[in-house]
């Protein structure tokens, strides 16, 4: 199974942007990558998903390498609101057809007003 | 609209016992996902199901774990014979099928076992 190596902490002033790296090196050609965050006593909601380009949604765009060995989760306006744990996740397909998530132990971001 | 729900949101338990933690999914969903959190990491798979068959159960740590989803909605994880490490957030997920790409969580159950 793809792991994902992610800073442990990150600091970001608000209104600007969040650049939040993530390096999933072992990934298959099969497998997406998924960010997800987790605020304080929540479960993890989640944020935008890809697999070879890159992608953008109302909250945040996923930048991927094109040999697909790491990527970035850009939060372009960060608010206060945004403090949380960031998961990078790949998505990995079980011996018995289940998708599976394949957490690592996400980024700390912190937005500082 | 409603999410997933979990219950109880805090549970305490003496070593030894056993605990019953329930999931209601959204409705409709078609799979059900259990993860284990430990404090200060990220979610674990535990277990699958794709409506009432549990398709994935590698991630149960020990016999002592069971889930189940009889009529294909709510699921309930049930821990036996509970240890100090079964202490963790207990999520559970759904998605609205198979190969859908967002998994919806749940608040979680805290499980403190003394």
């Known amino acids: 199974d793809a792991k994902t190596t992610q800073p442990t902490s990150m600091d970001c002033a608000e209104g600007r942007a969040a650049n939040l790296p993530c390096n999933h090196s072992?990934?298959?050609?099969?497998?997406?990558v998924y960010w997800y965050r987790q605020i304080h006593s929540q479960g993890p909601q989640y944020i935008i998903h890809?697999?070879?380009n890159n992608e953008t949604n109302e909250m945040a765009s996923l930048i991927i390498t094109e040999d697909r060995k790491s990527s970035t989760l850009i939060l372009p306006h960060a608010t206060l609101r945004d403090t949380a744990v960031y998961y990078c996740?790949?998505?990995?397909?079980?011996?018995?057809?289940?998708?599976?998530?394949?957490f690592g132990t996400g980024t700390r971001l912190k937005v500082l007003a | 609209g409603a999410g997933v729900s979990q219950s109880p949101r805090y549970k305490v338990a003496k070593r030894g016992q056993d605990v019953a933690l329930r999931c209601d999914p959204i409705?409709?969903?078609?799979?059900l996902f259990w993860y284990q959190q430990a404090l200060g990491q990220g979610p674990e798979f535990l277990t699958y199901?794709?409506?009432?068959?549990?398709?994935?159960k590698s991630g149960l740590p020990s016999d002592r774990f069971f889930a189940e989803r009889p009529e294909g909605s709510v699921s309930t994880l049930k821990i036996q014979r509970t240890q100090q490490e079964d202490s963790a957030v207990y999520l559970c997920?759904?998605?609205?099928?198979?190969?859908?790409?967002?998994?919806?969580f749940g608040p979680g159950t805290r499980l403190t076992v003394l």
């Open positions: 996740i790949v998505r990995s397909r079980g011996t018995s057809g289940t998708y599976k998530y394949i």
């Open positions: 409705s409709g969903h078609v799979s």
């Open positions: 890809g697999l070879k």
């Open positions: 072992t990934i298959s050609g099969n497998e997406y």
């Open positions: 997920a759904s998605s609205l099928s198979v190969t859908d790409n967002e998994q919806f």
């Open positions: 199901f794709q409506n009432e068959a549990q398709l994935d």
